[in-house]
């Protein structure tokens, strides 16, 4: 008898706390976002007082629905999709009441269509709960990529490949074409020798981290990949080149992610060390991405920075990959660049000239926030810095080479948001 009242009084105890927790947790914020008319993937920020105090995204099952649980008080909402880059943030103000559910119904605007211009973007280094470090969900983090407005989606997780079904699966209901990749991590058990991400790998193939650098790069071929990145050069212990005058190190890759995550002076060092690359002649491809491993966290935001490339033909992984390792791209906090010189050709191109004949570069830049100025290089060294303004300039640059070298284009935005292209060369012949 006692026993039967302890244990419907545990029962009852456990019932409750159920509901106290499921009250906890109910959502309080409904907000249904569209785009053009249509639901679209978007990320929410709560604001206090100016500091964020929450993020959170609609969800990827249920396109363009967005549930929140928020204390009770007044906030700024941020509402985007695309921010930054392609799409304008909406801001409200609204009161969480103490009961009751508060519901929003929100129309985003896309201000630029790169993909209009044959550019199409990915974040190549992007992590889930798959990875120790991550928690971001397999299949949200489709929609958190989505409602950065990445126009194809990416998973790489530390010697993991566990997240691939599900994420291709959940990219395929969205319609949305997936990269598959695996953060090779190399000092996880063994000493050091950096961090690649091998793709579009076949999927559920790992790459055995445990190996040479040689070795890592001919096994992820052999599994599918086309692209081998080297991650974060220049952050201490994790940087790849580090080896360079090991006997291990291996030139056989094909990417170098110059930007991660936010940019600070290891980025910067990346790009110094990657000019000289290319001033030897080696022309590996300038990739920015994010790094980032957890959807709630505010310090990295998946997508920023990213990578555009322009793609001849359809949208699918192979032609994009086929444009990244022809070096058709540009990196990006922000800005938008359409660079061509003469006319036709495109970053990752090649223009034949004689010595002293002229050639222009001409540029489209598109900002979300008021551009700041353009600078031209030519073999690493800034040789013009044109002032911008307003949300879309055109630069137009003659010059007359008498000897080989490369040209890119880099564009600051007014709050610091940089972005630059891979390298146009030309051979004076
Ligand atoms: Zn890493």
Known sequence: MKKEISLALTVALILSLFVALALAQAPNLEIAVSLAGRPTDAQIKALQGGKVVAVGYTDVHQVGLARLRLQPGAYTLLIDHGGDFTGAILAREVTIPASGVLRLELELERLFEPNAWGYYSADTHAHTAMSPDGNTP????VAVQLAADLDLVFISDHNSVKGHSLFAQTAQERGVPAILSEEITTDWGVINMGHFNAY?????????????????????????????????????????FNLMADPRWDPGFDAVEVWNGEFSLEDELAEQVLF?????????VAVGASDDHMWDLLDVEYGRPRTYVHLEGELTVDNWLEGLLAGRAFITYGPLIDLRANGRYIPGDTVALRAGEPITLEAKVYSVTPLARAEVLRNGEVIASITLEGLEATISFPTSPESSGWYLLRVFAQDGDRAMTNPIWVEVR
């Open 200 to 240: 579009s790998l076949s999927p559920g193939m790992l790459v055995n981290w445990r190996v040479p650098p040689a070795q890592i790069f001919r096994e992820a071929r052999q599994k599918g990949a086309k692209v081998v990145q080297v991650n974060h050069p220049k952050s201490g212990p994790y940087d790849y």
């Open 138 to 141: 397999v299949d949200q983090a």
């Open 276 to 284: 000289s690359f290319w001033n030897e002649g080696k022309r590996y």
